[in-house]
């Protein structure tokens, strides 16, 4: 075997022709069998197979070959999936539709005859023609999928006599098989319309040249020329020109947004009236859009517990029904004589309806759609498991600065408590923060500036977890922190207590300010409310979400301020990173399913540690994209009702599919014992459950109406 057919640990292929989801199943079990495959995972919609082992490309393609998969190693590229030529499929299923008609008419008006049987034989070779072929390549490895059944089924009836019945099965499965086609390709769409919004070419200025390059060749520090009206082909940071900006494919808000020099743009969104000159910040693999592309792609793949549940199920149904079959074929004319073409009839109509196809899209159509219309909408959820987790939270915890606040606090009062001035007391806090990458030492050291304070950054400062900092200034050593940070040292508060209560009453954050010995005054931070975080808050106990907390870090005093304003009903406050972890499993085993909001980046232990972990404001942020189990892409939180709703309409509909599923192929073979069931109206029965279950689960496609729970 060539080095070059053989790839160690991970390697991916592009797999064509996937129209059948339990085809494509039964084709990713068959490579996990393959020697020294460890795994092997097949993403029906992008066709994108990931093997982990030793991948043999040679023997991959020779399963595919099975199913009529054309396998080839996977190239990343910018261009949409191809699409499935089914033109063969069309005409072969015409003819057998019109050898069909043709066959039926002339039989009612001649009678039978030997020369019509040419018609029906007609109408079973051009019907079952890719099934034929299929089953000669998997029934000697005993790989009893949809082809060989339908062959089974067609050549069985042709030898019991059943011609007519033999050529409508074939005719009606190949219909079957066009229509699965169909919707599968409408579920492919979602991803596609994804992919296609980002241009495969964007001008670019080099050494004083403008010139079209195709973005492959783009590299960091290019300079973009963007004109009115393009959509943007990278990621970039606006150098000059002003324009407003659509980013709704990326955050789902359709407002455009105003765009001045430095603001960051995002590859896939259109740009308003203004002409841009963007400088280049990612490769084109690496956009935020690449990266939504990649993520909505390994969700797709991903196995939801109710998709678990389902192959499960199908692993025993289907052995089970063709051995019942077999039974049925075999039991009644031996052991108590009935007739054999009456019974093999009833055990092929069986083998017909025994294909799980229906239960086998039941779910993955339905999540992907789910997930689909969520990336529309600016959520990106990164799997099936959490897709179904949100539709069953009881309680979300939300953590205060940056997530129902703006997390951009500001100054609001300077309060000396000693022989300092203000302007001294808020100069010298500056220098002890202008080291810290604290938001609340960022506010101090801008309220300084603005002052005309001139900041000279302390070069020894210390940061205190979860207290506040401590630095030189001049010969001074200052700290600044809370009231924690003081109390371990014994600092009397007494002077300042009273102010420290009317401040934090008034919902703000107080920093003190003083020495080893004494405190020099007070600074008091106000973190503002986001405008949506109130009405969200409402939005999600109308949706019956009665159980939400907020995690914070702050005071309690000036954490029950922000609760009340936004209206969440429990607040844990004081709390060092550490102890949001602790807090989050105390509310799981108080609760059960709990979410954690934050901005991914402080809060992703949190994060991991809930049972659906969601960051906001992944469009700036790869380590949001990362971090969390759920991203809404728009730094708000006005997406996240809407999300809990998708996830509960999808839990429906998958409900809805697998109990109708299951429900149809009881009945059809409960029908088979009376000989009700006939060879075309289990097809028929396959088919319309098929095509019911895709259609239904279609439907998540459309955005849905907010449910309302008073």
Not at 237 to 256: C, R
Not at 677 to 687: E, H, N, V, Y
């Amino acid at each position: 075997m060539s080095d070059i057919n053989k790839q160690k640990f991970i390697s991916e292929f592009q797999v064509q022709g996937i129209s059948c989801l339990d085809c494509a199943q039964k084709f990713e079990q068959a490579v996990r069998q393959l020697p020294g495959v460890v795994q092997a995972t097949l993403n029906p919609l992008s066709g994108k197979l990931s093997v982990t082992g030793t991948a043999d490309l040679a023997s991959i393609r020779r399963l595919g070959s099975e199913e009529g998969y054309i396998v080839d190693p996977f190239v990343a590229e910018t261009k949409p999936p191809a699409l499935r030529q089914t033109g063969n499929e069309l005409w072969r299923a015409i003819g057998s539709g019109a050898a069909l008609v043709f066959g039926f008419t002339a039989e009612k008006l001649a009678g039978p005859q030997n020369l019509l049987q040419l018609l029906f034989f007609a109408a079973i070779l051009l019907g079952g023609w890719g099934n034929f072929r299929k089953a000669l390549k998997a029934l000697p490895r005993g790989n009893f999928n949809m082809s060989v059944l339908m062959s089974i089924a067609v050549l069985g009836a042709v030898a019991i006599g059943q011609i007519e019945e033999g050529a409508s099965v074939a005719f009606l499965y190949a219909v079957s098989e066009l229509l699965e086609a169909w919707t599968m390709e409408k579920a492919r769409r979602s991803l596609r319309e994804l992919i296609e919004l980002s241009p495969g070419v964007a001008r670019i200025r080099r050494e004083g040249e403008e010139q079209n390059l195709h973005v492959a060749e783009i590299v960091v520090g290019d300079i973009m020329i963007v004109r009115p009206g393009d959509r943007i082909a990278m990621d970039g940071v606006i150098v000059g020109g002003k324009s407003s900006v659509n980013q709704a494919p990326i955050t789902g808000e359709s407002t455009p947004i105003t765009k001045n020099p430095g603001d960051e743009i995002f590859a896939g969104t259109l740009n308003g009236p203004g002409a841009l000159e963007v400088s280049v910040t990612k490769l084109v693999q690496d956009t935020t859009l690449a990266r939504i592309i990649r993520l909505v792609e390994s969700a797709q793949a991903e196995r939801a517990p109710s998709q678990a549940f389902v192959d499960k199920f199908a692993a025993v149904y289907t052995p089970l029904v063709l051995t019942l079959a077999v039974g049925i074929a075999l039991l009644p004319p031996l052991v108590w004589g009935y007739q054999w073409t009456e019974w093999i009839y009833r055990a092929l109509a069986l083998l017909v309806v025994a294909c799980p196809c229906a239960l086998v899209v039941s779910t993955p159509v339905a999540i992907v759609s789910a997930i689909a219309a969520a990336a529309r909408q600016g959520v990106l959820i990164k799997g099936g498991l959490y897709l179904e987790a949100v539709g069953t939270l009881q309680a979300i915890a939300f953590d205060k600065t940056g997530t129902l606040t703006r997390g951009e606090p500001m100054v609001t009062d300077v309060v000396a408590v000693s022989d300092w001035q203000q302007d001294e007391l808020l100069g010298k806090a500056a220098d002890v923060e202008a080291r810290s990458e604290h938001p609340l030492a960022a506010a101090i050291v801008r309220a300084a500036e603005q002052q005309g304070h001139v900041v000279t950054p302390a070069e020894d400062f210390l940061a205190i977890a979860g207290r506040g900092g401590r630095a030189t200034v001049g010969e001074e050593l200052l700290y600044i922190g809370n009231s924690q940070l003081f109390d371990e040292r014994g600092v009397d508060l007494s002077l300042a207590t009273d102010e420290i209560s009317r401040l934090q009453q008034a919902g703000k954050t107080v920093m003190i300010v003083g020495t080893a010995e004494t405190v020099m005054g007070l600074i008091a931070v106000a973190d503002t409310v986001r405008p949506d975080s109130a009405a969200t808050i409402m939005e999600l106990k109308k949706a019956g979400i009665q159980h939400m907390i907020m995690l914070t870090g702050d005071n309690p005093k000036t954490a029950q301020a922000i609760a009340a304003q936004v209206g969440v009903d429990e607040v844990k406050a004081d709390l060092l990173p550490e102890d949001k972890l602790d807090a989050i499993r105390e509310l799981r085993t108080q609760y059960g399913q709990v979410a954690m909001v934050g901005d991914g980046i402080n809060d992703a232990p949190a994060l991991a540690l809930s049972s659906v972990g969601i960051a906001m404001g992944g469009a700036g942020s790869a380590t949001a994209l990362e971090a969390a189990d759920i991203v809404l892409m728009a730094d708000d939180l006005k997406n996240l009702p809407f999300t809990i709703e998708l996830s509960r309409r999808a839990l429906q509909i998958i409900r809805q599919n697998i109990s109708f599923s299951i429900g149809i192929k009881v009945v059809a073979v409960l029908a088979v014992f009376p000989g009700w069931l006939t060879l075309w109206l289990a097809i028929l029965a396959d088919m319309g459950a098929t095509l019911v279950v895709t259609l239904n689960s279609l439907r998540l496609l459309a955005k849905p109406e907010p449910t309302r729970r008073d």
